[in-house]
């Protein structure tokens, strides 16, 4: 199933990654020829130059605003047990997380956050930029970490095309579009790779698939705008705290429209009931099954 037959004379330890191109703006009907219709990642460096963030977001102003609302924050382990695969570890108020933050936690995340639900104070500072998305205006989501913070290898279930805004320190994305998943050691019934791999450094040895990836990484600064195609993997590495906001558009062709059903109707319900009915019998099985591919 992997493709483990072609030589390699790579250095070990690091994937074929060429960087994202960047532009400072982009006309709509350029990032439609250009990135919407041929599915190729960019970052726009002026996507956002109109909003009032621009001006304001930085971890001091998420505190001072908006750092009494009470939020859910994620750890990098798998789930195990019975426990659901998107289970939140711990909650508190989001001025006692960026103190942690602060102080040098690097594990725990808030992830894929609504603002329109869970920090309202935020929801007039932005809107959605004319690039030819038809952005779903219900869903700005935040994702916020501390420096040393990785976010595993994964796709979004709902195959949309995604505005990844960010603010803050640097953080880089590892892309790789979804004809790669082949090598990419997917976990049955998820959309991410096996946990403990590290796409930075990865182990040949254990993972020999992986030397087959050939991927970008997107290098993002304070208010850069990564577009990320629908279906594309996505591994983040946090060198600084900072956090994005992400807007997405809702798939439109059949296949992606399809594909998004299935992720969110099946895939995620099968899970679900199997780790109810299972537990750590049905998560022991899908690391094998990964392995043995
Ligand atoms: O930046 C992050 O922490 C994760 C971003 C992500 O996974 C997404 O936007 O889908």
Redesign the pocket.
Known sequence: MFDNHLKDDRPKNRLDLSPTPRVPNISKEDFIKQHKIKQKPVIIEQATNAWPARQTWNIEYLKKTAGHNLVPLYDSRPSTGHKHQHAAEIRMPLRDYIELLENGEKNL?L??YNILFGLPELRNDFSYPDIGLKFFKKLP?L?L?GKGAR?QM?F?VDMAD?L?CHFGGQ?R?LLFPPSQTRNMYRVPYSFSSLYDIDFENPDYDKYPALRHLQGEVATLQNNDALY?PPGYW?Y?I?DEISF?M?LRAFPRKPANLLAMIRNLVITRTVDGLMRKIAGQYWNDRNRRKVLNQ
């Open positions: 995340r992830f894929c989501v994702f970490a976010v994964h979004d995604l990844l953080k994305i990320i996505h983040v946090y994005s992400t």
